[in-house]
C-alpha cells in the first residue's frame, strides 16, 4: 500500500512478523486533537462519578415517593415510560416514519466503474477473539465491493498474543491488513478504533465487529446515499439483527430489543431529522469529518452514543440505511449482564459529558434534540427500574386495577402497557402466535433485569472500576 498514493493497491510494507506497517501514516492533525481534548484530559470518569452520586440520591428519593397513592405513581411511570419511548408512540399518529429511507433503489449497479466508486476503509477491532478469526475473513469475502477501492484494517491488541497468533494463519486478501495497536491506557475498543482511523486512507470508514456479518450490498449502499448527501450528513447507521442460534428466552428478548430499536425507534429518529445514539457497530462515517469532532472519546464505555451528541453539537447529521448487519445474541446470562452494565456505564458517562454545561448543549443542538438525548439516555437508564416498579405496583393494586376502586388516573394510563405489548408482538422474533405472546408478556421481566445492571454500573463508578467488560463471542 502506498501511503502517498490513497487508491494504490500494491500492499503495505510487511513486518517479519506478518503485520503491516503503517505506524507512520497518521493521519490526525493537532486541530483534531484539540476537538476531542476536553473528552480525555478533562476526565468523563470523574464527572460520570459525580453525576453518580446525584443519581443514586435522585434513586433514593424516588423510592421514597412510592409511598404516596399508587394511583398516581402508576400514571406517573408512565408518563415516564411515553417519554423514553417517544418515538414508538410518534409512529401512532405518523406511521410513515418508520419507513426505511433511502430505499435500496439508490445501489450503485455492480458492473458501474470500480473508479467511480469513493475509496473505503474498514476497521475490525479484535480484542480475545482467537477463535473468531475465520469467521471474521468468512464474512468480509462476502462484501460486495471493488477491492481495489477498499481496505480493511484488522486492528489487534499487541498484549492479545493468541488472537495475533490465530490471525497470522488466516489467509488474507492483499486489501487486507493485520495491524498491532501499540500498548496503551485505556484498554477500550475506541482507542482501537481511533488508531485504525488515524492511518485509515478511505474517504469513508466503517466499523465492525468481530461477530458481524455485514449485508454483501451494505457498503455500496451506503456509498451511493453518501454521493447525493448535503454536507451535514457525515454518518450512516445500519440496521443490527441479531441471529438466533438457540430458541432461549433471553436471546429472543435481546433480539425483540434490537429489533424494536433498529427497525423503529431508531429509523424514526432519522426520519425526524433527530440525534439518534449510535449503535457501536455498522456505523458509516465521512472520515474528515470523524476526525474533525477528534474521534471516538477512548475513555467512554459506549462511546458510539456519545458521538451521535458531539456530531450533532457540529451540526452534522446522522441518517439509518436499509441493509443490515448480523451479529450473534449475547449466549449466557453472564455475558448479557456484563455487556449491559458497560452500556449502561457508558450512558451514564455520556449524559455527564454532554449535560455538564445544559445550556451549551441547549444552544449547540436545539430543544428538538435537547429534550431527545434526555428522554433517550434517561430512558435507558431507568428503564429496568421502570419496568420493575411497573410489576410490584401491578402485585400490590391488582385488586384497585379490576375493582370499583381504580380511579380515572388509572384507566388513562392503562392504554400504554396495552400499546408497548402490542408493539412487542409485531417485532417479536418468534414464528408461532403463542410464543409472540409469551415474548411480548414478558418483556417487563427483562428490562426489569436492567435494573441489577445499572446497580452494578453505579457501584463500578463509585468505586472507579471503568475498565471494559468485554463481550465474549461465539462462531455462528
Known amino acids: 500500500m502506498n501511503l502517498d498514493d490513497p487508491f494504490s493497491t500494491a500492499p503495505q510494507k510487511t513486518r517479519a512478523d506478518g503485520f503491516s506497517d503503517v505506524t507512520q501514516a497518521g493521519k490526525f492533525t493537532q486541530d483534531h486533537i484539540d476537538a476531542a481534548r476536553y473528552l480525555n484530559d478533562s476526565g468523563s470518569q470523574k464527572a460520570a462519578l459525580r453525576a453518580t452520586l446525584y443519581t443514586l440520591a435522585a434513586l433514593t ?66 480484542l480475545d477473539e482467537p ?36 490471525a497470522m494463519n488466516i489467509n488474507w486478501g492483499a486489501h487486507i491488513h493485520l495491524v498491532a495497536v501499540p500498548s496503551g491506557k485505556p484498554n477500550t475498543k475506541a482507542r482501537a478504533c481511533n488508531y485504525g482511523l488515524s492511518i485509515a486512507r478511505g474517504e469513508f470508514v466503517v466499523i465492525f465487529d468481530a461477530e458481524d456479518k455485514p449485508h454483501s450490498d451494505q457498503l455500496r449502499t451506503a456509498a451511493a446515499i453518501f454521493a447525493t448527501r448535503d454536507a451535514s450528513l457525515v454518518c450512516l447507521q445500519a440496521p443490527l439483527q441479531i441471529h438466533l442460534a438457540h430458541n432461549k428466552w433471553l436471546q429472543n428478548q435481546f433480539a425483540l430489543e434490537y429489533k424494536i430499536l433498529f427497525s423503529l425507534a431508531l429509523q424514526v429518529l432519522s426520519n425526524l431529522n433527530m440525534v439518534m445514539p449510535l449503535g457501536g457497530s455498522s456505523n458509516h462515517f465521512h472520515t474528515e469529518s470523524l476526525r474533525k469532532v477528534g474521534g471516538w472519546d477512548a475513555f467512554n464505555l459506549t462511546e458510539d452514543a456519545e458521538l451521535s451528541m458531539r456530531l450533532a453539537k457540529n451540526g452534522f447529521r446522522t441518517q439509518m440505511l436499509s441493509p443490515p448487519t448480523i451479529e450473534n445474541a449475547p449466549h449466557s446470562l453472564s455475558v448479557w449482564f456484563n455487556q449491559r452494565t458497560r452500556w449502561l456505564t457508558g450512558h451514564i458517562q455520556t449524559w455527564c459529558i454532554h449535560m455538564r454545561h445544559p445550556r451549551d448543549t441547549l444552544n449547540l443542538i436545539g430543544w428538538r434534540n435537547f429534550l431527545a438525548f434526555n428522554a433517550i439516555i434517561l430512558g435507558r437508564l431507568f428503564s429496568g427500574l421502570l419496568h420493575a416498579s411497573y410489576l410490584i405496583y401491578l ?82
Open 61 to 126: 428519593l424516588f423510592t421514597l415517593w412510592l409511598g404516596v397513592d399508587l394511583a398516581y405513581v402508576y400514571f406517573s411511570l408512565t408518563v415516564f415510560v411515553v417519554a423514553g419511548n417517544f418515538p414508538i408512540f410518534f409512529c401512532l399518529f405518523k406511521p410513515k416514519l418508520r419507513n426505511p429511507s433511502p430505499p435500496f433503489a439508490l445501489l450503485p449497479p455492480n458492473d458501474c466503474d470500480a473508479q467511480e466508486l469513493p475509496f473505503y476503509s474498514i476497521l475490525v477491532p479484535v
Open 131 to 166: 477463535g473468531m478469526m475465520q469467521q471474521i475473513a468468512t464474512s468480509l469475502a462476502h462484501i460486495n465491493y471493488p477491492y481495489q477501492r477498499l481496505e480493511i484494517l484488522i486492528l489487534l491488541e499487541t498484549r492479545d498474543q493468541a488472537t495475533m497468533a490465530s
Open 395 to 476: 402485585l400490590v393494586a391488582l385488586p384497585d386495577l379490576v375493582g370499583s376502586q381504580a380511579t380515572f388516573t388509572i384507566y388513562l394510563a392503562t392504554p400504554i402497557p396495552i400499546i408497548l405489548f402490542s408493539v412487542g408482538i409485531i417485532y417479536s422474533p418468534a414464528t408461532t402466535w403463542p410464543h409472540k405472546i409469551w415474548l411480548s408478556l414478558t418483556q417487563p421481566f427483562y428490562w426489569a433485569l436492567t435494573s441489577l445492571a445499572l446497580l452494578n454500573a453505579c457501584w463500578r463508578i463509585l468505586t472507579s472500576r471503568l475498565d471494559w467488560l468485554k463481550t465474549s463471542h461465539r462462531p455462528y
